[in-house]
């Protein structure tokens, strides 16, 4: 992860530099299809650099971060209906291949909002977007889905990187320390309370979902059909 590193700090030492929203809409992207690039992290440290006027505009940090999280969604949804899963390594072991065999699953009882919710965890929103190309998950309702998302994720990161700056006013460094680690905690907790919602509300669905996602992992992870699924809304 060192060169992350290398990027994330040449970001942040661009500061309010045109290039520094390039970089982000580059990265947002990027983000959308290729797990190793959290670009939360980036945008949350960018919106701690604008209290001090050191970073760019928090408005177009904004746009900028919704459009590349929009357009990475875009990327990973086409890779998705064209590309067979078990051509995605990340995909077809550990987490990746657990992650996307739930969306799978889920994306046709609860679409909507598991998209919504899953742009809020770095692999997951991978394994639903690819889930939702490969299932036949209708695009036009992806794409409206997906942009309310991408400018909800946006907010909340530029949202976490000033309220982080303000707390530790005079402090950029810990500010952005802050705002870095509390964007990776909530997302994981967004994760966490849909499983127990789902357990304590829906309990039928989620044993039905559990269910199903093993038959989808055994049918598209380990030499099932590689065809993506029919149109749903």
Request: aromatic share 10%; with cysteine; charged share 10%.
């Amino acid at each position: 992860m060192d060169y992350f590193y290398a990027i994330q700090d040449w970001v942040i030492a661009a500061g309010g530099s045109p290039w520094a929203l390039v970089a982000v809409l580059v990265l947002c992207s990027l983000d959308g299809f290729f797990p190793p690039l959290p670009s939360e992290s980036i945008v949350i440290a960018l919106a701690a650099l604008t209290v001090t006027s050191d970073g760019p505009n928090v408005v177009l940090l904004w746009a900028v971060a919704s459009i590349g999280a929009f357009l990475g969604d875009q990327v990973a949804y086409s890779i998705g209906a064209r590309i067979p899963v078990k051509r995605v390594p990340f995909l077809n072991r550990g987490t990746g291949a657990r992650a996307y065999a739930k969306a799978g699953s889920l994306l046709l009882t609860h679409g909507p909002v598991f998209i919504m919710a899953a742009r809020f965890v770095p692999i997951g929103r991978i394994a639903v977007n690819m889930g939702a190309g490969a299932t036949g998950y209708r695009r036009s309702t992806f794409s409206i889905v997906d942009s309310i998302s991408a400018m909800l994720w946006a907010a909340y990161s530029v949202a976490v990187g000033v309220g982080a700056a303000h707390v530790l006013e005079g402090h950029p460094l810990l500010s952005m320390a802050l705002g870095i680690v509390s964007g990776v905690i909530l997302g994981y907790l967004i994760s966490h309370l849909i499983t127990v919602l789902q357990k304590k509300f829906f309990p039928a669905r989620y044993v039905e979902a559990e269910r199903a996602a093993q038959e989808w992992a055994h049918d598209h992870l380990e030499g099932g059909a590689d065809s993506p699924g029919t149109s749903h809304p």
